[in-house]
Structure formats: structure tokens, C-alpha cells
């Protein structure tokens, strides 16, 4: 068996400054074997908002813990009512030129797997397979009491039944799907139970302050053995969640690039991190690397 040509570099330490030049992720690219750590910049362009950066909801908006859901039933209306508005937002996004260059990058052989940050499903819905969702999907439902996994879309209609005139207009809608909503707004919203046992249903997600699954966590640590390079797209790092893994790739002596407009927690262990929007520098490198796309053959940019 042929083997592939290994990239290998040492981290200075020191933060790596933004760059436009695309040649290193392309180098990389075309070695293959390159595992991509995806975050929620990836999807703004799909009108799906980011956490951080300027404009991020996290500057007006504290998401739900996990404490706070199991807490009592008060949080649950307060959460449910918001996600289930929030959800008309992701039910209505679409895969965006980013998503659909990263597929095509894949079908081409480029890349040894994909580990997102993001809950929305882009990644599958433009054709990634081998998709990693570290921190789930909102388009699942989960109950707390006997684990029983259900669609979204289901839940949703059974809402919108029970909640008949429920049709707030949100301040915001941000990254975890859950719409900004004044108390007054949210109201006596009605909280469903699992149709299985009775049990609390929850979104098939990591919320903050819930832990990762250790097999979910230890299977991405075998991608990143096996990888040849990390290519984080559109994540600040400043979780620990996705940090691990550019940690870890550092360590192992593998190239870690970036493609994030701010600075990120990630940027000290970089070889570089290109500042050009998602979509473009994506379309650019399946340009450069002759890759199709939705049927085309891309131009080299």
C-alpha cells in the first residue's frame, strides 16, 4: 500500500499572525488525510448566528445549563418556548458555499473526517459524511428519564399543537437555536413529556455545563492520531471542548491551520491562520485542488 507523505512541524509558541495566503491549507489539502475541526463561523453564512466575535450573541445572550434545564419546570417553559421558535430559524437554513466546498473536498479524498462544534446539521445536509457532532444536533430529542431519541420535527408539530397561537416575534435568534424572549413573551408556553415513559425531553445537545460523551471525546482523539494536519474553520477555541484537539495535534507534532476572521485561543499552536471569509477560501482551495463541485469542475483561484 502506497503510504501518504507525512507533514510534520514544531509550534514556536508564539501567536500566529493572520494571513490571506492559502498555501499551506492547500498544501495540506493535497497531502490528505486532513481532519477539519468546524465551529459556528462556519454557518453564519447560512444566517445562523455566532457566539463570539463582533456581534456575537454572547455579548447579549447566556445560554441555557444543563443545571438550570433540570432545575425545574419554570427553566423548561422558559427554554422550550424559545427553542421552539428558534428552531423555524434552523429548520429554514441551508448549506452555504463553505458546507458544500467542504463536501466536495471530502468526496474528493482530502479530508480523514470532520469534528463540528455546530448542532445545525449543515455539515451532512451538503454531503460530509463521517460527520462527528461533538456537541449533538438540535434536529434530535432526547429523554432524560428512559433515553429515548426522537426527530425534532416531530416534537415540533407537537408544540405547535399544543401551543395553538403561540407566535412571539424574538429579539435575536442565536447559535444554539434558542430565540431571545421576554418572560412576559414566553408566558404559560406548555412543556411536553416524553411519549415513551413521561419523562423530560431535552434537545439532543451539550449544553453548557454538561460534559462531552468520553466515547464521543475518545473517538475524535483516534481522528486526530490518524490524521495528517488540523484545519479548524470558523471557531475561536475558546472552549476546551475543541481546544483539546489542537492541543493534542500540536503535540503530535502535526500542522493545525486556521481559517477564522478573529484571533483564536488556538492561534499559539498554528502554522497559520488565513483571515478570509469561510465560504470563499473554501470554493478557492477546491478550486485549487481541481475539485467538482455540485457537478462543475471548480476554477482555480
Known amino acids: 500500500m502506497r503510504m501518504r507523505p507525512t507533514l510534520s512541524w514544531t509550534p514556536t509558541g508564539d501567536l500566529s499572525p493572520g494571513t490571506t495566503d492559502l498555501r499551506p491549507v492547500a498544501d495540506a489539502l493535497s497531502t490528505g488525510g486532513v481532519l477539519v475541526l468546524s465551529g459556528a463561523g462556519i454557518s453564519t453564512e447560512s444566517g445562523i ?19 438550570d434545564f433540570t432545575a425545574g ?11 421552539h421558535l428558534g428552531w423555524r430559524t434552523f429548520g429554514r437554513a441551508r448549506p452555504n458555499a463553505g458546507h458544500r466546498a467542504l463536501a466536495a473536498l471530502g468526496r474528493h479524498g482530502a479530508l480523514g473526517g470532520v469534528i463540528t462544534q455546530n448542532v445545525d446539521g449543515l455539515h451532512q445536509a451538503a454531503g460530509s459524511e463521517d460527520v462527528v457532532e461533538l456537541h449533538g444536533s438540535l434536529g ?16 415540533a408539530e407537537r408544540l405547535a399543537k399544543a401551543n395553538a397561537g403561540f407566535d412571539p416575534v424574538a429579539a435575536a435568534i442565536n447559535p444554539d437555536g434558542d430565540a431571545d424572549l421576554t418572560d412576559e413573551q414566553v408566558g404559560d408556553f406548555r412543556v411536553l413529556p416524553c411519549t415513551v415513559c413521561g419523562g423530560i425531553l431535552k434537545p439532543d445537545v451539550v449544553f453548557f455545563g454538561e460534559a ?6 475518545e473517538h475524535c482523539r483516534q481522528l486526530v492520531r490518524e490524521a495528517t494536519s488540523l484545519l479548524v474553520l470558523g471557531s475561536s477555541l475558546t472552549v476546551m471542548s475543541g481546544l483539546r484537539f489542537v492541543r493534542q495535534a500540536a503535540e503530535a507534532g502535526k500542522p493545525v491551520l486556521i481559517i ?17 471569509p469561510l465560504g470563499a477560501a473554501l470554493t478557492t482551495l477546491a478550486g485549487r485542488l481541481g475539485v467538482s463541485l455540485d457537478g462543475e469542475v471548480a476554477e482555480a483561484g
Open 212 to 217: 462531552v460523551p468520553h466515547l464521543r471525546v
Open 73 to 83: 419546570l419554570q427553566a423548561r417553559r422558559r427554554y422550550w418556548a424559545r427553542s
Open 260 to 276: 477564522n476572521r478573529d484571533p483564536t485561543r488556538g492561534d499559539r499552536h498554528a502554522l497559520a491562520r488565513v483571515t478570509l
Open 49 to 67: 448566528p455566532d457566539y463570539r466575535g463582533e456581534g456575537g450573541s454572547l455579548s447579549r445572550h447566556t445560554p441555557m445549563t444543563y443545571q
Open 140 to 155: 434530535r430529542v432526547v429523554c432524560l428519564s428512559c433515553g429515548a431519541r426522537s426527530p425534532r420535527s416531530a416534537l
